[in-house]
């Protein structure tokens, strides 16, 4: 299963309600489960073997992408939170690569997370 989402790049007043409208219509290259795969490996390769992508969400918009957000999963416990998003280009199957910066948030953000854990464990024994 996965979610489609149209990005529409149109103004929105702050205080009125605003109609929204699309039709779309484009053949997606890349599947799901192509695009999770290539996520998953980008992730082990370049942020921790510790994160998992989430559920696929089809993104239409100039660029159509696969989105997930990505999880942190620890050992026996699964998925423990969410360290960002990451994209894959639903024509061509490729990652958008992620910044430095974006890398490393997502790497302090799981360290945070296992260091907690780990303590909490050696609290308890």
């Not at 149109?10 to 192509?34: K, Y």
């Not at 073997?49 to 993104?59: E, H, S």
Request: net charge neutral; hydrophobic share 45%; with cysteine.
């Amino acid at each position: 299963m996965f979610q489609v989402m149209l990005e529409i790049d149109q103004e929105w007043a702050a205080n009125d309600s605003h109609r929204v409208t699309g039709n779309f219509d484009c053949a997606i290259a890349v599947s799901p489960i192509v695009a999770t795969r290539r996520a998953n490996v980008y992730l082990a390769m370049n942020v921790t073997m510790m994160t998992m992508p989430g559920k696929p969400t089809l993104v239409l918009s100039k660029q159509p992408v696969w989105r997930f957000a990505v999880h942190f999963n620890y050992p026996r416990l699964g998925e423990i939170g969410t360290l960002g998003k990451i994209e894959v280009d639903a024509q061509t199957g490729q990652v958008i690569p992620l910044t430095e910066e974006q890398i490393s948030k997502m790497q302090e953000r799981a360290n945070i997370i296992a260091t907690r854990l780990s303590s909490q464990a050696v609290a308890v024994v």
